[in-house]
């Protein structure tokens, strides 16, 4: 892509080419410094732990610039917090939160004529990973880790943008189990989430929303988002679960909805037979924000929420024009919740 002739507003959630990526390696106990690189392609030992066994982590952020030009990151500490939460959970080095933070710095300044400009609805999405790499044939973690950050501008992750969403509620499959690595960043959760989206798609749903693998009852979460619920009296309602990836956006917008707003927030187990009492629903998550969902298919039937699923509700709209605001630091970051890069 070209940044002088890109028409940022239209850009769609995928991978685009950019110039510079960070690249770092761990071997006999340490990181190396690392380094900038124009190469995006890998070359590792065809029997890596990674390309077999799944040892591989990551995370997703997104870089903004403010009305005046200035590039922030939200939150990026609690990212580099949970990625070494991953890393303990597959048995992987933990890389210092600094040098985290540091190597996405690098890439974004590598790369700053690439980063959308303010006022476009589009960001520059981050992906850190690790991988666990070189030589290896039987089920053991890694002897040697290559840490990577690369970074493309994208633009909404649903195409609807703003706009309600369908979820078909997954009865049969599972995106993770009770006590296995729901709670990481791990590839793992994502390839068994494939064909329940595959399916729900075919459907003609948007997406999937998991139920809790012990029961079938409780709402986890999609394969990419946490989500929440709008009940009345002033009540949001999000999944509490041990196989739910612990989402940033959601503990921000939740902590905004109690503080700021005054609702009364419950992070509890929801359970399916709710379904008829949700005012308004919602996915958030760096990528999909907040995505207001319209409609839940269950067990055949289309449950609607406001305006028939039409339009997103007022609170879902509240929180989202709150989220971004804030994000892009229009309004004042009274938590100390950006981080700005330059
Ligand atoms: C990344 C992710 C989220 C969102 O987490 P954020 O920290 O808000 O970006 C939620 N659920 C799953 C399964 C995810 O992978």
């Known amino acids: 892509m070209d940044p002088k002739t890109t028409d940022w507003s239209k850009l769609d959630f995928s991978y685009k080419y950019v110039p510079y990526r960070f690249h770092s390696y761990w071997k006999d106990g340490a990181w190396d410094n690392g380094k900038l690189t124009t190469e995006n392609k890998l070359l590792i030992d065809e029997g890596a732990v990674c390309l077999h066994y799944g040892q591989e982590i990551f995370e997703g952020m997104k870089a903004q610039r403010s009305k005046d030009g200035r590039i922030r990151l939200f939150r990026p500490y609690e990212n580099a917090r949970r990625f070494n939460e ?15 933070i540091d190597a996405i710095k690098q890439t974004l300044l590598a790369n700053e004529e690439y980063i959308p400009p303010y006022g476009t609805g589009a960001a520059m999405y981050i992906r850190p990973f690790m991988l666990g790499v070189g ?23 649903f195409k609807e ?44 749903f948007n997406e999937v929303v998991y139920l809790d693998p012990i029961h079938h009852k409780y709402f986890e979460e999609t ?5 929440f619920f709008v009940l009345k009296d002033n009540v949001i ?75 997103p509700g007022p609170i879902t709209t509240q929180l ?23």
């Open 86 to 100: 991953s890393a303990w959970r597959l048995l992987m080095p933990e890389i210092p939160e600094d040098r985290f």
């Open 237 to 311: 309602a999000t999944p509490k679960s041990e196989s739910i990836l612990n989402s940033i956006v959601r503990r921000s917008v939740m902590d905004v909805a109690r503080e700021d707003f005054g609702y009364r927030v419950e992070e509890r187990q929801v359970s399916v037979d709710e379904i008829d009492t949700f005012l308004e629903a919602g996915a958030c998550g760096t990528a999909a924000v907040i995505t207001p969902i319209g409609c839940l298919g269950y067990e055949g039937k289309r449950y609607k929420f406001y305006a028939d699923g039409k339009e």
């Open 161 to 204: 943008g703003f706009n309600p969403i369908s979820l078909k509620v997954e009865t049969y499959y599972d995106r993770a189990a009770a006590h296995g690595i729901g709670q990481a960043k791990a590839g793992g959760n994502y390839s068994a989430s494939l064909l329940p989206l595959k399916n729900a798609q075919d459907e003609g």
């Open 320 to 342: 989202y024009k709150h989220l971004t605001a804030l994000q892009v630091g229009d309004i004042e970051d009274t938590r100390g919740w950006l981080e700005e890069v330059c």
């Open 135 to 157: 030589e290896n044939l039987g089920v053991k973690p890694a002897k040697e880790y290559q840490f990577i950050v690369f970074v493309t501008p994208v633009g909404p992750y």
């Open 223 to 227: 394969g990419a988002s946490n989500v």
